[in-house]
């Protein structure tokens, strides 16, 4: 690991590097699967473990392990490991240590697949799962009275954008025995540290702010050393949810320009949720840092920035965020986040579909919800689209 004192900017350009006998500027990209020993006898040692050498890239690749070194400095975390996926991140986080008889509680405003691990998967093996309300504190206190295993959580949530009190529930869940996961996607490695605030481990999808561009999929699991070579490696070595080295070479190449995106993405999304607020089209707007969201304070207390997304709620209906969503001309519709691109979906047709129509309205994602990520562009034409599009949208629910 790079030493801390290094700020983000600079260890997203240089943590990590490991170079070649060519002593190449860029990272290396080794898009290999396997390696070659000297000996037979240095490939023995080397599968004994007492010799260090790269084996397959299933267990561990040059390029990848740049990756993993760049992200953990980033994180202020022991070790890291890449995957595949964010899902696949997420599933290995939770598979590689929970087993029958556990008990598992987590924020009910879960991204839609790691709802369907925790609601569906993890039952099929005897592991008993409870949701909490995101905001609820009592209801965290109550939930984790009785013994846990595990605690997986998302903050802000996807797309209502609540935040959990990181440090009261992972207090409350040390307290029943439980280790803390953070799905920490929305608020990025720079503007938010669930370690620093008591959890245990911290998981990404790389497919959003990490990548950027909106090129690869990409996920990271980070904790302490321990943790990550003698319960977490085990399990991704013998199942195999590993990243390729190009999507890794990708994920690095695209870090390097993670801080100037997200701050440029985050100055932009709070401005376009100033733009939004108050509008005739629009009926409410849901951004962190915005002083009439209802958890602004706990927001300001353990994040940097209030993020890249801002969610808001149409006048009309489904038919009227539809008609917007439609009128959009720059910004596309679209079910990913985190892309130098704006892009709009409409969380209760899309990403919130499965979940359910109960599930839905306990989380607040009526039909009048439409999520956007805010990318690059320039402010005043993403406004200029917005603008226009809520129009459309407000014409088609006067039609009605
Ligand atoms: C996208 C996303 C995931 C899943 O990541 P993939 O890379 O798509 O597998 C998990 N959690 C959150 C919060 C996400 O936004």
Redo the contacts with the bound molecule.
Sequence with gaps: MMTPLLSPATLLVHGGITRSQFAETAEALFLTSGFVYDSAEQAAATFAGTVEHYQYSRFGNPTIAMLEARLAALEGAEACRATA????A?HAALLCQLKAGDRVVASRAL?G??HWIVSTLLPRYGIRTEFVDCADLDAWREALIEPAQLVLL?TPS?PMLEIIDLAAVAGLAHRAGALVVV?N??ATPLLQKPLALGADIVVY????HLDGQGRV???AVLGTKSWIENTLQPFIRNTGPALSPFNAWVLIKGMETLALRVQAASAVAARIADFLTGRTEVEQVWYPFRADHPQEQLARAQMKGGGTVVSFAVVGGRSAAFATLDALRLIAISNN?GDTKSLATHPATTTHMRIGEAERARLGITESVIRLSVGLEDPGDLEADLEQALAAGRLAHAAD
Aim: with cysteine.
């Design positions: 996926s964010g899902m696949a997420v991204f697949s790691c998302e996807n799905d996607v929305f999808s790389a497919t959003k999929l990409g996920g986040l």
